[in-house]
């Protein structure tokens, strides 16, 4: 890529990166949540990955660490979930944390938590699937 | 409210989740996990099928609101126990089976992920009481389903993949767009809460218009006949043990199931559903057998005898409709959906077989066309053996499950006074041992071309067939009423009783 999309890409990374955060840890109180906010963060590694080079081996081995750490968070999500069967009134999903004062950025239990898991395994989600394409397209020009 | 229902759809997906994570440092740890973890929720649903408590279980503990049910609702009634049950004995046995077959590809780790994650879907959308996280369960299933059809990475897999992918994704978005009208049209997404405000809701062409597209989409999922186009390409070019779940378990517990409890607990099926459904079960029961005759690739001559005998199942079902719109005698409409849902467990287990010792033939030989092969009996008995009780089973013999299953249908069609349809399916049943008895002749006895000195597969593989060959002798005994009762009458209840599913979803 020329040295334009290098710089622009790499001013403009960071603010998309700090964007999808602010998406995801205001999920419970502003639209948009884990999901919307995981795709932002996504699009910010895959912005840098189009604007500088496309090394095959560096990028098999991000897509190794991309897809442990989406099942490991999505496993988190889900420990999270099952801990609801031990604690409070024993339903699964139950939200046990304390729920705090409405409009706070730390409220609503549980539910900030599986935003930022969620967030992770969105992104990281994101990533493997462009990153495989990647890979499968430099394989078949090799 | 300490039921431990969800764990159906937590121990698979952690499953499904753990095997990517671990499975990078040992490869035996996939192999083992997989049917350990089936061979629990076996346990665990054959326990719940001999219980007869039936709940609905608060995910969350969001309580009613007003007795308006604002949380998501599991539902664990007669009909989804039984389900549940073939879901966890069809996928232990298919898992165990696979320990052997998959070890020829790579990638094992990604088959047992994606098994285990369509096993949670499923089970989900068994147990679900509330339309949106059918879908949601619905597409998980469909979605890992996809990726196992294409599995083998080859030319015809991934045609037969995208095929599958197109129609299935037609039929998803009829499924959704039905689910959007009924929300628009009764303000919930619960099952038991629709089919309680519908009862006082007269816009007639609304629901019609609703119930053919939840008919068109769930029969596509189902492969009923106009819609089958998918099944035989997606269901031959997948790896065996996965056919064998795809054609004995998914469409079932995707297609039927949900067709079957929407028509029974959400709407109050008119006369008119209730002859579409006959229909389109009786087409599919005639010309998936036509079609299945001449087929020489074993697994698609399979895959048509699939919609042939879900022919069967909608056929006992829109029997059992059509007598109780017309408010015909209650005991024909039981009797009617009983043998359906004898005919679903006994298809769960015979075709699930069959298509196991097609993957046993094709494991040694790496053939599936009918001219290549013969006389494997000698060379192969335990195969040859299984796969001769599975053939009887199918086409109806006596001491087999499928007689019983296919008689109690016949019987019931010939008390609501439909001779036609009683006649058609006797005709079909000989149809299908004519083609058996075709796959039987081809593949294990004749003369023995080209494989002379294959050996018998191993041990896992043999061990899951030698278990459901015994399953299809052992299951006829449910043929005994007392015993039947048992089994299908909680089923037979929660279904046609409307009350007793909606008393045991929003009135405690």
């Given amino acids: 890529m020329s040295l334009i999309v290098k710089k622009v890409a790499q001013l403009i990374t960071g603010f998309i990166f700090l964007y999808g955060i602010y998406i995801i840890v205001h999920g419970h109180l502003t639209p948009g949540g884990g999901f919307a906010g995981g795709a932002i963060v996504a699009g910010a590694y895959i912005l840098q990955t189009l604007a500088f080079g496309r090394d095959t081996l560096l990028l098999k081995k991000k897509e190794t660490n991309t897809s442990l750490s989406e099942s490991i968070s999505i496993l988190i999500a889900l420990m999270l979930a099952g801990a609801g069967f031990f604690i409070g009134t024993k339903v699964f999903f139950n939200n046990y944390l304390p729920t705090g004062k409405i409009g706070d950025l730390v409220s609503a239990g549980t539910i900030p938590l599986y935003n930022i898991f969620i967030g992770i395994e969105v992104a990281a989600a994101l990533l493997t699937i462009f990153l495989a394409l990647l890979i499968y397209k430099e394989e078949i020009e090799e | 409210?300490?039921?431990?229902?969800?764990?159906?759809?937590?121990?698979?997906?952690?499953?499904?989740?753990?095997?990517?994570?671990?499975?990078?440092?040992?490869?035996?740890?996939?192999?083992?996990?997989?049917?350990?973890?089936?061979?629990?929720?076996?346990?665990?649903?054959?326990?719940?099928?001999?219980?007869?408590?039936?709940?609905?279980?608060?995910?969350?503990?969001?309580?009613?609101?007003?007795?308006?049910?604002?949380?998501?609702?599991?539902?664990?009634?007669?009909?989804?126990?039984?389900?549940?049950?073939?879901?966890?004995?069809?996928?232990?046995?298919?898992?165990?089976?696979?320990?052997?077959?998959?070890?020829?590809?790579?990638?094992?780790?990604?088959?047992?992920?994606?098994?285990?994650?369509?096993?949670?879907?499923?089970?989900?959308?068994?147990?679900?009481?509330?339309?949106?996280?059918?879908?949601?369960?619905?597409?998980?299933?469909?979605?890992?389903?996809?990726?196992?059809?294409?599995?083998?990475?080859?030319?015809?897999?991934?045609?037969?993949?995208?095929?599958?992918?197109?129609?299935?994704?037609?039929?998803s978005f009829l499924i959704l767009f039905s689910i959007a009208l009924l929300y628009w049209q009764t303000k919930t997404l619960n099952i038991a809460d629709i089919s309680d405000v519908l009862q006082t809701h007269d816009d007639s062409v609304f629901l019609t218009f609703t119930q053919i597209l939840l008919i068109t989409g769930f029969g596509l999922k189902a492969a009923i006949i106009p819609f089958h186009a998918w099944l035989p390409d997606a269901h031959s070019s997948a790896p065996s043990p996965v056919s064998a779940m795809l054609s004995g378990v998914?469409?079932?517990?995707?297609?039927?199931?949900?067709?079957?409890?929407?028509?029974?607990?959400?709407?109050?099926?008119?006369?008119?559903?209730?002859?579409?459904?006959?229909?389109?079960?009786?087409?599919?029961?005639?010309?998936?057998?036509?079609?299945?005759?001449?087929?020489?690739?074993?697994?698609?001559?399979?895959?048509?005898?699939?919609?042939?005998?879900?022919?069967?199942?909608?056929?006992?079902?829109?029997?059992?409709?059509?007598?109780l719109s017309k408010g015909g005698k209650e005991g024909v409409a039981v009797l009617a959906i009983s043998g359906s849902l004898f005919h679903m467990v006994n298809h769960s287990v015979f075709k699930g077989l069959l298509f196991l010792n097609a993957g046993a033939i094709e494991y040694r030989t790496n053939t599936r066309d009918?001219?290549?092969?013969?006389?494997?009996?000698?060379?192969?008995?335990?195969?040859?053996?299984?796969?001769?009780?599975?053939?009887?089973?199918?086409?109806?013999?006596?001491?087999?499950?499928?007689?019983?299953?296919k008689l109690i249908i016949i019987i019931a069609a010939v008390q609501a006074k439909f001779y036609l349809l009683a006649f058609l399916a006797v005709m079909v049943s000989i149809i299908t041992l004519a083609y058996f008895l075709k796959f039987q002749k081809s593949v294990f006895y004749g003369k023995n071309k080209n494989f002379r000195d294959i050996k018998e597969v191993p041990f896992t593989m043999s061990f899951s067939m030698i278990i459901l060959v015994i399953l299809c002798l052992g299951l006829s005994v449910l043929a005994i009423p007392s015993v039947r009762e048992v089994v299908f009458d909680q089923a037979v209840n929660s279904l046609i009783n409307l009350d007793e599913y909606l008393n045991l979803v929003i009135k405690y």
Avoid: H
């Fill in chain 2, 250 to 323: 998914l469409i079932k517990a995707i297609g039927v199931y949900v067709l079957i409890r929407l028509f029974f607990n959400m709407f109050e099926f008119t006369y008119e559903i209730a002859v579409v459904i006959t229909v389109l079960g009786t087409l599919s029961m005639i010309i998936g057998s036509v079609l299945a005759i001449n087929q020489w690739d074993i697994k698609r001559l399979l895959a048509y005898s699939s919609i042939s005998q879900i022919g069967y199942i909608i056929l006992g079902f829109g029997i059992g409709m059509m007598v």
């Fill in chain 2, 370 to 405: 009918m001219n290549q092969l013969g006389g494997l009996a000698e060379n192969m008995p335990i195969t040859s053996t299984s796969s001769l009780g599975a053939s009887m089973s199918i086409s109806g013999i006596p001491p087999f499950n499928g007689f019983f299953s």
């Fill in chain 2, 1 to 171: 409210m300490n039921s431990l229902i969800p764990l159906f759809i937590i121990i698979p997906l952690a499953t499904a989740f753990i095997i990517p994570v671990i499975g990078k440092l040992t490869n035996y740890f996939a192999k083992t996990i997989t049917p350990v973890m089936l061979l629990i929720l076996c346990f665990f649903s054959i326990s719940l099928l001999f219980c007869s408590k039936q709940e609905s279980y608060i995910v969350g503990g969001w309580q009613p609101v007003d007795d308006i049910p604002i949380g998501i609702y599991l539902v664990l009634d007669g009909f989804s126990k039984l389900i549940l049950c073939i879901i966890s004995i069809i996928g232990f046995l298919v898992a165990f089976y696979s320990i052997s077959y998959i070890s020829k590809y790579t990638s094992e780790n990604n088959f047992y992920a994606l098994f285990c994650l369509m096993i949670a879907g499923m089970n989900g959308v068994v147990l679900s009481g509330d339309l949106f996280n059918m879908f949601v369960f619905l597409e998980i299933s469909v979605i890992a389903s996809y990726a196992l059809v294409a599995f083998g990475v080859g030319k015809n897999e991934l045609e037969a993949s995208f095929k599958y992918q197109v129609l299935g994704n037609i039929a």
